[in-house]
C-alpha cells in the first residue's frame, strides 16, 4: 500500500521569506511524486512531479522540490513567498507497483497563509 | 474546451433524492478518475475508469454510489437516497494511460459542490 502523510496543517509564512511545505511518502517499490495547489473553489493544479533524476525538482510559479529517498521525503520549497502563494498543497505519491493505472494517493494537505 | 469540465458546479439537494454528477474528460485521456474531498480536508479516491472499464471501485463508500462511462468518454457518478455525510466536493480528474503514462500528472476539474440538506 502507499501512503503520504503531510504534517502540517498550516504553514504561516511571511512575503518574501522562504517557504517549506512539508511530505513524506511510503511505496513498496520506486515512487513517482507530484505536488499540486489548490486555489479557492477551483479543482487541484498540477505544480511539479519527481520520477527520476535530478532531487531538485523545479516546478510551476517558482517552486521547488527536493526529493530525499533515505528520509522518505519530498518537501515543497520556494525562496522567496507570495501572497499570492496562499492555497492548499497536495502531495501525491504513486507506486509503479500499484495496479490502478497511475491513481495517485493524496496526502491530507497543507493550507499555506502567506501574510503581507 | 481544453480542461476536464465537470457539472453542475453546484448542487443543492434533499436528503433522500437521488444526483448525478457529471465529467467530461480531455479529449484523449482514456483514464478517469473520481475523487471526494470534504471541507477542508484531503482527497479520498472513489473510483478509476481505463476507457469505459473500471478496474477499480475500491473507494465507493457504499452500495448507494455507482458510475459509469460511455464511449470512452463522459462519466457520471449517482449518489442514490443521498444522506447528509455525503456532502463534500467531487473531482473528477483524467489523464493518460500507456506505457509513458505513470509520469503523467492528472487533469483536474474544478468539482461539484453538493449539499444535502
Known amino acids: 500500500a502507499q501512503s503520504v502523510a503531510q504534517p502540517e496543517d498550516q504553514v504561516n509564512v511571511a512575503e518574501g521569506n522562504p517557504l517549506t511545505v512539508k511530505c513524506t511518502y511510503s511505496v513498496s517499490g520506486n515512487p513517482y511524486l507530484f505536488w499540486y495547489v489548490q486555489y479557492p473553489n477551483r479543482g487541484l493544479q498540477f505544480l511539479l512531479k519527481y520520477i527520476t533524476g535530478d532531487n531538485l525538482v523545479k516546478g510551476s510559479y517558482g517552486f521547488e522540490a527536493e526529493f530525499n529517498k533515505s528520509q522518505t521525503s519530498f518537501h515543497l520549497k520556494k525562496p522567496s513567498a507570495l501572497v499570492s502563494d496562499s492555497a492548499l498543497y497536495f502531495c501525491?505519491?504513486?507506486?509503479?507497483?500499484?495496479?490502478?493505472?497511475?491513481?495517485?494517493?493524496f496526502g491530507g494537505g497543507t493550507r499555506l497563509m502567506v501574510k503581507p | 474546451g481544453a480542461g476536464v469540465s465537470q457539472s453542475p458546479s453546484n448542487k443543492v439537494t434533499e436528503k433522500g433524492k437521488d444526483v448525478e454528477l457529471r465529467c467530461d474528460p480531455i479529449s484523449g485521456h482514456t483514464a478517469l478518475y473520481w475523487y471526494r474531498q470534504s471541507l477542508g480536508q484531503g482527497l479520498e479516491f472513489l473510483i478509476y475508469?481505463?476507457?469505459?472499464?473500471?478496474?477499480?471501485k475500491s473507494g465507493l463508500p457504499s452500495d448507494r454510489f455507482s458510475a459509469e462511462r460511455t464511449g470512452g468518454s463522459v462519466s457520471t457518478l449517482t449518489i442514490q437516497r443521498t444522506q447528509q455525510e455525503d456532502s463534500a466536493v467531487y473531482l473528477c480528474a483524467s489523464s493518460l494511460t500507456g506505457r509513458r503514462s505513470y509520469n503523467s500528472p492528472l487533469h483536474f476539474g474544478n468539482g461539484t459542490r453538493l449539499t444535502v440538506t
Open positions: 475508469f481505463q476507457g469505459n472499464s473500471a478496474p477499480d
Open positions: 501525491a505519491v504513486r507506486d509503479m507497483n500499484n495496479n490502478a493505472g497511475n491513481m495517485l494517493t
